[in-house]
């Protein structure tokens, strides 16, 4: 077969084995160039809803109010594309009004750049807003796919064209202008995003990644830079609600100095807060931030202020001239700029930083060390030395039966060692999150409940080996069947509890290589257990035969 048939035959085994459920969850990334849905039937020709806008010209960071409305439908996919070139990718970024109903797509690695269906429940109208790039063509035209049932709907419905106007060069916003926010400083919209080039020589900044670029849609970047008695902040991130940084004298949460650049009403706000031990910041009623400028444009929210290195009349605003740890967070904002918890573990610088002194680029962890200890302690005492502790019980025991250390058998030496290991490793790493979060993680599912249990069993399983009956005593079998049950179900749920685990924002694991990697230490320790089972057997098999 050529390729262009056999391409043709994949993309239709594709169509027609997906649909099965359609995408009842409005995830239709798949469907981000062509729009048209996998429903295994053709679309209508005549449209019955349309697609309405608020304004017909727009600038560089302008919010525009699209409205999808028409007869009940299911589903729906929003882009916007180059008038000239409508098979061009998406362009610009989305907001939402009602994240019930809509929800934010990436298509053409252009974050926030499509608007579907959260569900399959009926809907009769749809409102969201786009938000116009720097780089927008001259021309951008509003397309909807929408879905009536599933074998009836309609591709690339054609909505209003919206222009940019003759000027040379881009102003900003209407809605942007210099104007009061929550304070009497003046704000104003950021024509550009911001730059790295200057990180490490006349800037002190933070990256995540590091050393990415501050125009791409997955870079967190913050930037300080001093002007004479006054530091000139920059925060950029892909973000959806908020970004917030904060200042710190240690690696905990609680007693911070924070700074948040706040989504809200398609505009952002900066304000000043107060991170109080593990609660929501508290918000200042005076905000201390000068030439606040902001952008929100292709999936990234953007903002810079100034403040002074000194603010002795703000209670609990920090001197900017000591040494601090530094805190990144991003996070969802509900409507009206209510914050709501960071969904990922917040970056934390490695040390403590004078953010006025030398300047440098640096990065940071999304993941404590405590919790790292943990999760190495933990990896280590149940895939290392409890499967060999195991392996040396079952299957050294006729080869080391004639070996002794300090008076006992090798094997028995050795697999009580290592199960001590074990037990003393996993004491330590249960006790790391207890101390990282001060208390219980009512965050982590059923990890915690689990890995309590594991400890419960372990101790158990080294007290009952304690006790343990002499080899001929009438009780000894018992005793064995209650090891073996004890330890085999400490090891699975051991097992299950790290891969319950991995997936936790505070260990930052690279998904999804973790779970692979996971997957494979088990499947080699069941694979040796399995292949040295079929060895004992063989020889066992061969020793009757000889007799």
Known sequence: MELPGLAFAVWMLICFYAPVGGYPN???????????????????????????VNGTEFKPGDSIEVHLSGPVFEGFFIQARDAEHLESPALGSFMLADRGVSQLLTCA???????????????????????????????????????????????????PIVSQPNALSPTPPLHATSEAVSTSHPVSYLSKPFNASSCGRTKFCIRNPSNCDPESASCFFLSFQQEGSSV??????????????????DQWMGDDDAYLCVGEDHRVRAITAYLKERSPPVLDSENALEDVSWRLADGLLQCSFRRSIHLPAHKGRFNLDASYYIFLADGEASEGGVI??????????????????????????????????????????????????VIVARFFKPVWSYSFLFGKEMWFQVHRMLMLT?????????????????GWSQQAGFHPYLGCTVMALAIFQALMAGFRP??????????????????????????VTMFL????????????????????????????????????????????QVQ
Request: glycine share 8%; charged share 15%.
């Open 26 to 52: 409005g995830k239709v990334r798949e469907a981000c160039t062509s729009m048209v849905p996998c429903h295994g039937s053709s679309p209508q020709l005549s449209p019955e809803h349309t697609i309405t």
């Open 109 to 159: 690695h252009t974050k926030n750049s499509a608007v579907s269906h959260t569900s399959k429940a009926k809907k009769k109208h749809i409102k969201v807003y786009w938000i116009a790039p720097g780089n927008a063509p001259k021309r951008v035209q509003f397309l909807a796919t929408v879905v009536k049932k599933y074998k009836i709907f309609w591709v690339k419905i054609p909505g």
């Open 422 to 438: 074990t037990v003393m490793l996993t004491s330590i790493s249960f006790v790391l999150p207890f101390i990282y979060r001060g």
């Open 232 to 249: 000139f902040i920059e925060m950029s991130g892909p973000s959806e609600g908020y970004l917030a940084f904060a200042l710190s004298h």
């Open 340 to 389: 709501h918890k960071h969904q990922q573990q917040p970056l934390i610088t490695n040390g403590i930083y004078n953010i006025t002194g030398l300047p440098q680029d640096i990065g940071g962890s999304r993941s404590p060390r405590l919790i790292k200890a943990h999760g190495a302690l933990m990896f280590i005492a149940w895939i290392t030395t409890v499967s060999i502790g």
């Open 501 to 544: 685990g991995m997936n936790l924002a505070a260990l930052d694991l690279p998904d999804p290589w973790d779970t692979y990697t996971m997957i494979a230490f088990v499947t080699w320790h069941v694979g040796i257990d399995v292949l040295l089972e079929i060895h004992s057997y063989c020889l066992i098999r061969k020793g009757k």
């Open 470 to 495: 002499s080899r001929h005593a009438p009780r000894r079998q018992l005793f064995n069947w209650f090891h073996w049950c004890t330890g085999t179900a400490a090891r699975i749920l051991a097992v």
